[in-house]
């Protein structure tokens, strides 16, 4: 039985060490610009350089996912995907954004990278798990693109494998391909027990 509780607005929180900061998907082509531009998506970079800011402040660590395809990847439209071609390995749309401030030693993991298997989850086919574990990372700050689709996943492996997940409330962004997905996504996050925070909340 699961006790449901309504959203009750953001969280505060301090950090602590055993947090991490997961910035997901901070690349070209899911920018203004770019061949799969989340609408809204280039706001949540000076978002996310404020929370590395204050990752960096506490000598906490700093993870940066992406999705890194090869060639002809099953989610493109040309092998039958609902994609169009979008972060394919080593090009410019699969690089971070340039305004991204990651620092020198974020550790970057790529996902979906074999060609006939898609990846929304940055734990799925990675060593994300084994990497935070041998790090001592209980709790997950997550933000990135996009909402309801890869931040969404992320969550989902995060909270089954037994980590605390803060979700980035002002810096996550949804595709929503129907509309409200982005909404449900957060109810959903929020109900597996998630919290929501934003920058207000994040205690100096
Ligand atoms: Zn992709």
Known sequence: MYAVTKSTGPSHCRLQPGDVLLVTDIQ?????GGSLAVAGGDAVVPVLNRYIGAFLAQGLPVYA?????PEGHCSFHAQGGPWPVHCVAGTQGAAFAAMLTLPPDTTVISKATSQDLEAYSSFQGTDL??????????RLFIGGLATDYCVLNTVRDARKLGYEVFVLADAIRAVDVQPGDGQRAEEEMTGLGARRLTLEGLAA
Request: proline fraction near 0%; aromatic fraction near 10%.
């Open 129 to 138: 798990d084994s990497r935070l574990r041998a790090a001592g990372i209980h």
């Open 28 to 32: 070209n082509d899911f920018l203004s």
């Open 65 to 69: 996912t992406r999705d890194w395809h």
